[in-house]
């Protein structure tokens, strides 16, 4: 090639790289050693909303955020009627949200309150080495009984994680994840009106059992959105009109998920290794987190509705799913269920149509003790098909208040019904 030619070509890939890489290294913040004035909320920064969560509480010791996990066994419910014997931090799963502001030192006191060894891991984050959690690695793991103190300056801004690194595998499977959220120190561009805040996981329960089981590798039929199955989900409420940010964190044991969000387009704005420059961005309407990573989108909520937000793997939008059964699709069942009726008078086996032994406005004592059915919980027009790791974006004119204002009401005209005969005559369609 002519020398030329290729100076030409590499000055092109540095114009190109200058802009987002520049930006997602953020070099100055890099070297922030020196701790800030603590950032308040409401002054420096707008509070996260962690639906179906909570926030860890603070407080200033001498210029310093201190923060207390305690890591121990909880009792979670993932939506009534199935509850598991998990654990987590401060009586939760998934652990609080941790919320600081770039500059912040942050001092972060770790109770071990369970049989086993744990640490803590910030996931993502600019630490001294002796800090990063790493059970054996870059510290003794903290026995039963003890308190740590991990102490360090946030150095940079985003979405980040916080998990166990001793025994990663029981003790992530079991729930010891959190989010961590730290907000520019100086913000550039539009403060969103709403920053909600998820961490997706998923779980292998099986149907009447109380532990999830951390020894499986690919059948988890338990996926969820902040620990929670839909319907128990907390639907986002936002007015029409206003800047929404959704933060994903991905600490599942195995699997990625491809959030999609109906009614809208959004940007990716930041993973967990920083900002990405405006320049850099382009619409998405699904974004794939995968196991261990971070992404934050954001949109103007400008189209009023019910929008649906869930993973696209459609077992993923399962509850307690079991998959060594035959495939029946296309199978008349019903002589089938005539048979067996005298012995299970309730029976309905799962033919063309899955929902139709799921429906939960029908009572259902086949269902067995600590089980959800397999999908969904009903909607504005009855059954909703999707279950698991599903929620809704609740979009809505003038409202004043964010409590969940119920199912959409449409304007006449506007929602899919049966075809009229006057227009299938209109349009020549042959039914
Ligand atoms: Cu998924």
Known sequence: MPSDRRQF???????????????SMQPASKTRLTPLP?????????????????????????????????AEPVRHEFAPGLQGNCWGYNGRVHGPTIE????????IYVTNKLDAPTTVHWHGMFVPNGMDGVGGLTQRSIEPGETFCYEFTLR??????????HDEMVQIALGMVGMFVVHPRNPTGPMPDHD????????????????????????????????KVFPATAPMVVKTGERVRIRLGNLSPMDHHPIHLHGHAFEVVETDGGQIAPAARWPETTVLVA????????FLADA??????????????????????????????????????????????????????????????????????????????????????????????????YEDPGWYEHPPGTVAGPATPAALARDDIDT
């Open 304 to 401: 009023p509705g019910d929008w649906a937000m869930h993973c696209h793997m459609t077992h993923h939008v399962m509850t307690q799913m079991g998959h060594g059964i035959p495939n029946l699709v296309g199978v008349d069942p019903s002589a089938f269920d005539e048979a067996l009726a005298a012995v299970v008078p309730s029976i309905r086996t799962m033919g063309s149509d899955m929902s139709a032994m799921n429906d939960p406005d029908a009572p259902d004592d086949t269902l067995p003790k600590n089980s959800l059915p397999m999908v969904g919980g009903t909607g504005g027009f009855g059954y909703v098909t999707m279950g698991g790791m599903v929620t809704v974006l609740k979009v809505r004119d003038g409202i004043t208040s």
């Open 156 to 165: 940079q801004h985003g979405t980040f994680m916080y998990h166990s690194h």
């Open 291 to 298: 196991t261990g990573q971070t992404r934050a989108v954001e």
């Open 196 to 227: 909600f805040c998820y961490m997706l996981s998923e779980w292998s329960l099986p149907v009447g059992a109380e532990r999830p089981d951390p020894n499986e590798m690919t059948d988890f039929n338990v996926l969820t959105f902040n620990g």
């Open 100 to 107: 600081a502001v770039e500059g912040d030192q942050v001092r």
């Open 38 to 70: 603590p950032g308040q909320p409401l002054v420096d920064y707008r509070p996260v909303i962690t639906p179906n969560g909570t926030t860890l509480p603070w407080k200033i010791v001498a210029g310093v955020k201190v923060f207390h996990l305690v």
């Open 9 to 23: 070509l590499m000055q092109s890939a540095a114009l190109s790289l200058g802009g987002p890489l520049a930006a």
